[in-house]
Each structure stands twice: as structure tokens, then as C-alpha cells.
């Protein structure tokens, strides 16, 4: 079995991000949430580089001329997904940062209205 | 209905310099109407200018733009019963001696939410000409969208009756108060009228749009107008 200088970089490169990406998760400084789709990404890049006759069936299949390609091509999928599913994400959060500023807004408000009761009850109090 | 059915909601983000006379000129052109401050998110210290000048202010903690600090507005003027709405911008550009024109069609019944339009009769405003562009462009959106021309799509200066109020506070085209908002208005069956109103330069401070926002709101305006076409409206 022949491996290419690229399959050889682009595997090692895969296995060096997934053990990047399992020591942030051991870390807590990415969720497991979101290191599913770095691993599941990485996973598969790693064995489309080494398996070289899946990935001569899958370029062959796709009518892809360069096996590296493939391996690219792969790779841009899942970036391609992973930002899609990070700005529906990120919609979400600023949807719910929205909500909780005001919330927080009416809350400040209702805060200094009490303050203020509570003041003028003590002026009655003392007067 | 009395004064104190009218609530004018003043958006304000870092006007400390002009939302004085605003204040004052409310004041005077009002004295009965009922003003609330919502500051958004300003770093100036304006939620305290307007505390000093005696007036309820809702601020919050970081930058919403204008249609979450409508939103907040319309929430307090629902749950303090308020009938009438007014939006009015804190910049001074809006003149309060305009509220009574702007109150009338909705206390007679005959619209539900009056915008004060610069361009209803000549009123000497004149905007820059890639402003000018744009509401051209946002007023054929919207005659598009509802078959009927509104002169100013982009008036900041509008009231809402209180059955608008109760739509928008929890179902807004979110930071989109122009043209989105008058076509996902009408679409729900509500009654939209024109009143001439006399627009000024602003006095002080910063517009809400800054250049970035001035690229990107043509873009944002139009595919929110196409999603408040395309919504069903609930």
C-alpha cells in the first residue's frame, strides 16, 4: 500500500488536531458538545488518508482525478457544516442575549421603583 | 382618553447631550403625557441624565439597537395599560410640537399605527444622498410588498395603538424597526396612515448607524421585508 505525501500530512494533521481537540475538552475549555463534530471531522480525514483503496473507491466514485482532493474536499465539507451549525448557534445565543437584556432592564427598573416606595414610606415614617 | 394614556418612549443610546432638551421640549409641547427613557446600553451615563430630569428609564446592559429598545418600551407602555405608544428619538430630530398630529388618527380611531412622515408635505428636511437612495428603495419594498405607497418607510417618529404594542412586545422583526416592521404590521390586518411631521438635523451625538451598519442595513432590511412577506402572520 502506497501512501502519498499528502495523505501522510493530511492523516498526521487530523490525528494531531484530534488530540488538540480531546485536551481542550479535558480542559473545560471546549464543551463536549462541540468537540463531537472536531472529532467526528477529524476521524474521518484521518482514515480516508491512510485507507488509500476506500479512498481511491470514493474518488473514483466521485469522479475525483486526485485522491488528495478527496481528503480536501472532505475536510471543506465539514468546516463547511461545522460554521453553519456555530451561526445558527450563535443566532440562537444573541437571540437569548436579547431577551435576558431586557429582562434584566425591567428588573434594574423595578428595583428603583422599590427603592424609591420603600424611601418614601420611611419619610412618612419619620415625619 | 386622557394624557395619561400616552406613553412616549425615547430610545437612547449615549445622548447625554441632546436628551435634555428633548426632555424639555416634551415637556413643553406635552405636559401631561407620560415620558419613559430607554437607554441602550449607553456608556455616557445617560440612563442618569434622564433619572435627574424625573423620568423612568429601562437601560440596558449592552447595545440592543433601535427595535430592542422599542421592544422594551412597548413592554412597559402594555403593562402599564398604556393606549398609545410614541416613538420619538432622543436626538432632537423629532419635534414633540408634532405629538398632537400624531395622536389624532389613532385617538379617532382611524389608523393604528401613525407614522410622521418628512416627505407628507415639504417640511425642509433634506437627507444625505445615499439616505435619500435608500428610502426610495425601501419605500418601493414596501409599495411591493402591500400594494400601497408609505412615503417614509424609515420615520423614526411613529405611534402604535396598544393592540400593535401587545404584537410587537414579544413578536418583533427583531432590530428591524423600518420597513420589515410596517410590512409584518400590515400584513396582520393593521391600519397604517401618514401624518406630515418636521424632521431637523440631529443635535448632538451619534447615530445609531454607524458605517459598518450602513453597509450591511440594506442587505438586512431587504431580507427581512422578504421573511415578513413570507412569514404567515399569526
Same mark, same amino acid.
Given at each position: 500500500?502506497? *501512501? ?9 494533521? %487530523? =490525528? $494531531? !488536531? /484530534?488530540?488538540?481537540?480531546?485536551? +481542550?475538552v ?20 484521518a ?14 466514485? *466521485? ?9 480536501? %474536499? =472532505? $475536510? !471543506? /465539507?465539514?468546516?463547511?457544516?461545522? +460554521? ?11 437571540f ?8 434584566v ?23 | ?27 413643553r ?9 430607554v437607554?441602550?446600553?449607553?456608556k ?18 449592552v447595545?440592543?439597537?433601535v ?8 413592554r ?7 393606549a ?17 398630529a400624531?395622536?389624532?388618527p ?11 412622515s ?33 412615503s ?10 396598544l ?57 438586512k ?14
Open positions: 500500500m502506497f *501512501l502519498s505525501r499528502t495523505q501522510v500530512i493530511v492523516a498526521l494533521a %487530523a =490525528v $494531531g !488536531l /484530534a488530540l488538540f481537540v480531546l485536551d +481542550l479535558r480542559r473545560r475549555k471546549l464543551s463536549e458538545e462541540y468537540s463531537l463534530l472536531w472529532v467526528l471531522a477529524t476521524v474521518v480525514v482514515v480516508l488518508g491512510f485507507s488509500t483503496p476506500l479512498l481511491r473507491t470514493i474518488t473514483r466514485a *466521485l469522479g475525483i482525478l486526485y485522491e488528495g482532493s478527496t481528503v480536501f %474536499a =472532505v $475536510g !471543506l /465539507a465539514f468546516a463547511t457544516a461545522g +460554521l453553519l451549525y456555530l451561526s445558527v448557534k450563535m443566532s440562537r445565543i444573541s437569548e442575549n436579547h431577551a435576558l437584556t431586557r429582562e432592564a425591567f428588573l434594574r427598573l423595578a428595583v428603583q421603583e422599590l427603592r424609591g416606595d420603600a424611601a418614601a414610606a420611611r419619610d412618612r415614617g419619620n415625619a | 382618553m386622557s394624557p395619561h394614556d400616552v406613553l412616549v418612549i425615547v430610545p437612547a443610546h449615549n445622548e447625554v447631550e441632546s436628551l435634555p432638551a428633548t426632555l424639555a421640549a416634551i415637556r409641547a406635552a405636559p401631561a403625557v407620560d415620558v419613559l427613557v437607554d441602550d446600553g449607553s455616557d451615563g445617560t440612563s442618569e441624565v434622564a433619572r435627574t430630569h424625573g423620568v423612568p428609564v429601562l437601560s440596558h446592559a447595545n440592543l439597537g427595535g430592542g429598545a422599542l421592544q422594551s418600551g412597548f412597559y407602555a402594555v403593562e402599564r395599560g398604556y398609545i405608544g410614541v416613538q420619538l428619538d432622543a436626538d432632537g430630530q423629532h419635534d414633540p410640537a408634532d405629538l398632537g400624531l395622536l389624532a389613532l385617538r379617532e380611531g382611524r389608523c393604528d399605527v401613525c407614522i410622521g418628512r416627505y407628507v408635505a415639504r417640511s425642509g428636511y433634506r437627507a444625505p444622498l445615499a439616505r435619500r437612495l435608500g428610502m426610495l428603495l425601501f419605500s418601493g419594498v414596501v409599495r411591493l410588498a402591500l400594494g400601497r405607497r408609505i417614509d418607510t424609515t420615520s423614526g417618529y411613529r405611534a402604535y395603538s393592540a400593535v404594542m401587545r404584537v410587537c412586545e414579544h413578536d418583533f422583526p427583531k432590530d428591524f424597526p423600518d420597513a420589515p416592521l410596517l410590512i409584518s404590521l400590515a400584513r396582520r390586518g393593521f391600519r397604517l396612515q401618514e401624518v406630515p411631521v418636521t424632521m431637523r438635523e440631529r443635535a448632538a451625538g451619534q447615530s445609531f448607524y454607524t458605517l459598518g451598519k450602513k453597509l450591511y442595513y440594506p442587505y432590511n431587504l431580507l427581512a421585508s422578504l421573511m415578513a412577506l413570507l412569514r404567515r402572520p399569526a
